[in-house]
C-alpha cells in the first residue's frame, strides 16, 4: 500500500478562498477595492478593541508600531523580546537601530514576568511578548508590568487570531498588537507578504500611525505572488512532479515578486482572502482542538517519551511541537519520519546574549519537532504519525549508542 503523504499544511483554504481570489481577478481589484476597509471592519469586530489598520505583512504592523513608539520616546532605545521568538521580530528590532535585549521564556516557551521585570532598565522602550506556535503568553500579568514601570507594550499575536485571556482577544493588550497572514498562521492569504494587521490602542500612538498610514500604498505584484504560493506550495505534491527545470524557470519567474515587499497596505485581493479565513476560523479552530487532543492521548501512551512543552486540553495551538528526548537529534528523526512520507519542521533558533543560556529556550527549543494537524487529518492517520514518531526515536537512540561505542 502506498504511503499516504502527512504534510504540513500551509494554508487550509477550500473554495470560498479560490472563489475570492477569482473575483477578484474577474473584477481586476487586485491592488486596491473595497475588501481592504471589510477587513478591517471585520477585524474590528471580532477583536472588539483597538483600531485595526490592515497591512502587508506582521513585520510592517511591528515595524509601524515601533517607529510610533520610538517618536513617543526617542531617548529609549531597547526592546525586551523573548529568546524564543520569530526571527522575523529580531530583524525588524536591529533594522529601526533598537537594541533587542532577549529575555527567559518558561516551560511554555513564553516570556517569563519575573525574567521580565529583571530586564527592565531605564533606556527600555518597550516589551515584545509573543505569543509562541499560538499558545498564549502570560500577557494580562505583564501589561500590568508594563503600565507599573512606564513601558509600552507590544502584543504580537502574528501566529494567533481570535484567541482570548479572561475574555479580552490576543493581540488587544498594552499600545499596540500585531497580527500576520503569512503562510503556517491561523489566518492565512498567501506567502510572507500577504497581509497582516496592527491594532493600535494607545491614543498618542494613534495619531502617529495614522498619519505615517496615509503615506502607504497598496502591496503590488500580488496576482504573480498569489499564483506562485498556490504553486510552490499549495499544489506543491503535484507540482513537485512537474519537471526539475521548468519548476526553476517558474520559480526565477516568481521570485521577482517577492524581493520587494516593503511598508505597504495589504492588498484587496489578500484581504478577500483572508475575509474567507476568518469566516472558516472557528470550524478549523474546533477541528484543530480535537486533532490535538487525539495527539496527546497518542503520545502520552508513550509514557514519558514526549513532551507537549504548550500542550493543555481545549487549548487552540496555531502549530503543534513535540519535544523529543534529550539527546537524540531531532535533523536525523526527521529524517526517518520523511521517509514515511511524514513532512516536519524544528523550532525556532533560541536568540540569546551570550549564545548559551541554559534556560527552557535551549532544553527545549533545540528538541521541538512539529506534527503535521491539517483540516482533513483522520485519527488513524495521527496514530500513523505517532507511531513513526516513536519508531525515529527509537532508532536514532540505537544509532546515537552505536556510535558512543565506537568512538569509546
Ligand atoms: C510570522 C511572525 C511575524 C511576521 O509576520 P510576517 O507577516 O511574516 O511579516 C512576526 N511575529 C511573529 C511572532 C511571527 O510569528
Given at each position: 500500500m502506498p504511503m499516504k503523504h502527512q504534510n504540513l499544511p500551509y494554508a487550509d483554504w477550500s473554495w470560498p478562498e479560490f472563489r475570492a481570489a477569482a473575483s477578484a481577478f474577474v473584477s481586476a481589484q487586485i491592488s486596491r477595492g473595497p475588501d481592504v476597509a471589510e477587513l478591517e471592519c471585520k477585524l474590528g469586530e471580532l477583536l472588539n478593541d483597538g483600531r485595526v489598520f490592515a497591512v502587508n505583512s506582521g513585520r510592517t504592523a511591528l515595524q509601524l508600531g515601533l517607529e510610533g513608539l520610538m517618536k513617543l520616546c526617542p531617548q529609549k532605545d531597547e526592546v525586551i523580546i523573548p529568546e524564543f521568538v520569530c526571527p522575523a521580530v529580531v530583524g525588524v528590532v536591529k533594522a529601526l537601530g533598537l537594541r533587542p535585549v532577549p529575555v527567559e521564556v518558561g516551560s511554555d516557551l513564553n516570556l517569563r514576568t519575573d525574567a521580565v521585570i529583571e530586564s527592565i532598565s531605564p533606556r527600555t522602550l518597550v516589551i515584545v511578548v509573543v505569543h509562541m506556535y499560538g499558545c498564549p503568553a502570560d500577557i494580562e500579568k505583564l501589561e500590568n508590568v508594563a503600565r507599573a514601570k512606564g513601558v509600552f507594550l507590544a502584543d504580537d499575536a502574528a501566529q494567533v487570531v481570535g484567541e482570548s485571556v479572561n475574555g479580552r482577544n490576543l493581540g488587544t493588550f498594552g499600545d499596540f498588537g500585531v497580527l500576520s497572514f503569512a503562510q503556517s498562521k491561523c489566518v492565512v492569504a498567501g506567502e510572507s507578504g500577504s497581509g497582516g494587521a496592527l491594532i493600535c490602542r494607545n491614543g498618542e500612538l494613534l495619531a502617529v500611525v495614522e498619519d505615517r498610514m496615509a503615506l502607504l500604498l497598496p502591496a503590488e505584484g500580488r496576482a504573480v505572488a498569489f499564483l506562485a504560493f498556490v504553486w510552490n506550495y499549495l499544489l506543491a505534491s503535484y507540482t513537485a512532479r512537474v519537471s526539475y527545470y521548468w519548476r526553476r524557470v517558474i520559480r526565477l519567474f516568481f521570485a521577482a515578486s517577492d524581493r520587494c515587499i516593503g511598508l505597504r497596505t495589504i492588498s484587496n485581493l489578500d484581504a478577500k482572502v483572508a475575509i474567507c479565513q476568518l469566516v472558516s476560523l472557528p470550524r478549523r479552530r474546533e477541528k484543530r482542538i480535537q486533532t490535538l487532543g487525539k495527539y496527546a492521548r497518542e503520545l502520552l501512551c508513550a509514557g514519558?517519551?514526549?513532551?507537549?512543552?504548550?500542550?493543555?486540553?481545549?487549548r487552540y495551538l496555531a502549530r503543534f511541537m513535540v519535544a523529543i528526548p534529550l539527546g537524540i537529534d531531532p535533523e536525523e528523526c526527521r529524517v526517518l519520519l520523511r521517509r514515511k512520507s511524514i513532512q516536519t519542521r524544528l523550532g525556532y533558533p533560541t536568540y540569546s546574549k551570550g549564545g548559551c543560556s541554559g534556560g527552557y529556550a535551549e532544553q527545549l527549543g533545540r528538541r521541538l519537532i512539529e506534527l503535521p494537524v491539517y483540516s482533513n487529518i483522520a485519527d488513524r492517520d495521527v496514530v500513523e504519525v505517532c507511531g513513526a514518531l516513536r519508531k525515529a526515536v527509537c532508532a536514532s537512540k540505537r544509532q546515537a549508542t552505536i556510535r558512543r561505542d565506537f568512538i569509546e
Open positions: 514519558d517519551l514526549f513532551k507537549m512543552p504548550q500542550y493543555a486540553p481545549n
